[in-house]
């Protein structure tokens, strides 16, 4: 079994940036070259939303409320991928997660909290 743990949340003042990373349990390449990988937000009340996805090929896309501030990255050597937040607001605040997929297979981590005062 896949397990996918995050860390690097917290809280920080507007403006400023958190690095989140995402190691997974496996050591199999096939998994690790060959996942498409995501990050994914959920803010109280509200629906969980794509943050930022690389495909396995490494095409990179990002909601557009981040685009410009975030950056999404893998080391598939080191088994973890990466969300670099800079600039960050209040309305980035939310758990934040990790996703990777193969096919029919579908791992998540358990989050991160990300909070970001005014």
């Known amino acids: 079994q896949v397990q996918l743990v995050e860390s690097g949340g917290g809280l920080v003042q507007a403006g400023g940036s958190l690095n989140l990373s995402c190691t997974t349990s496996t050591s199999t390449s096939f998994f690790l070259v060959f996942s498409d990988m995501g990050w994914y937000r959920q803010a109280p009340g509200k629906q969980r939303e794509l943050v930022a996805a690389m495909t396995w090929n490494n095409t990179v896309n990002y909601a557009d409320s981040v685009k410009g501030r975030f950056t999404i990255s893998r080391d598939n050597a080191k088994a973890t991928m990466s969300l670099q937040m800079n600039s960050l607001k209040p309305e980035d605040t939310a758990v934040y997660y990790c996703?990777?997929?193969?096919?029919?297979?579908?791992?998540w981590g358990q989050g991160t909290q990300v909070t970001v005062s005014s």
């Open positions: 996703n990777r997929r193969v096919g029919a297979a579908d791992f």
